[in-house]
Each structure stands twice: as C-alpha cells, then as structure tokens.
C-alpha cells in the first residue's frame, strides 16, 4: 500500500492544527506531517479494533456504535462518551430529515433500523460509505448512518 493511501490528506491536518492555535502561529511543515502520521495511525488503530469487533459479531459493516464501542476498549472513554452523545443526536436529525423529504413528496416514511443485521443489503442513497485502508492491505469499509 502506497503511504498517501494511508494518511490524511495534510492540507486538512494544517487546517484543523490552525484552528485551534492563535492566528499569528505558524506551523512547521514536519509538525503537521508528525501529526498526520499520529492521527493516520491512531484511526487505524480504532478502525482496526471496531472491524475486529464486527467480525466477532459476524457483521460486515463497522458503524458508529462499533467505532465508540472501539474507543472504550482502548480506554478512550473521554473520546467515546461525546461521541456517542453526537452520534445519537446525528441520528435524530437524519430522522428528521428524512421524514420532512419523504412528507414534501408525499412518501409515508417507514421506520428503519440499523443496516447490516448480516444479510447486506440496505440504502444506499440514505448513507454514507465510507472506506480506510488499514495495516496488512485490507481495506475497511463503513457506512455512517
């Protein structure tokens, strides 16, 4: 696997570095390729632990549950507890997106659950897929729902 594959594109890792420094700070061009490779590695690391997770449970899609459920694992509580505060207020605002769609067409919205119960499948158009790389060649591929 090539190693811009892996990493975070730095132009993003700049951006986010800035917005929490003062203005006038300046950031070194090896700063932000140290902290591209942390937080490349450290998404590795939690990806790799919420795919272990799904596989044990006989699933094929990591969701956000799994990626909390990964960060509690490692001991990164102070991280999984917003989160998943996030996570469940995201899923209530889709909800709510999706039935005002489906009310200004005329679509009665049905009640959905989860994708991936293990039979595939799902919609595709009212998720994200998302994929990373992670060590060994395998790729990780994810919906955020």
Sequence with gaps: MKE???????ANVGRKMKQILPP??????????????????FISFVTAEASDHCH????????????????S??????????LRRYLHRYRELEGERAAA????????????????GGGGGGDESSSSRCGLNVSGG?????HVI
């Design 4 to 10: 811009h594959d892996r990493l975070l594109p730095i």
């Design 24 to 41: 006038n700070a300046k950031i070194s061009k090896e700063a932000k390729e140290t902290m591209q490779e942390c937080v490349s590695e």
């Design 56 to 71: 044990r449970e006989r699933r094929k899609t990591v969701n956000g549950d799994d990626v909390c459920w990964a960060l």
């Design 73 to 82: 694992s490692l001991g990164f509580d102070d991280y999984a507890d917003p």
């Design 101 to 116: 769609a489906a009310a200004s067409h005329g679509v009665t919205a049905a009640a959905g659950g989860e994708e991936d």
């Design 138 to 142: 395998q790729s990780t591929y994810f």
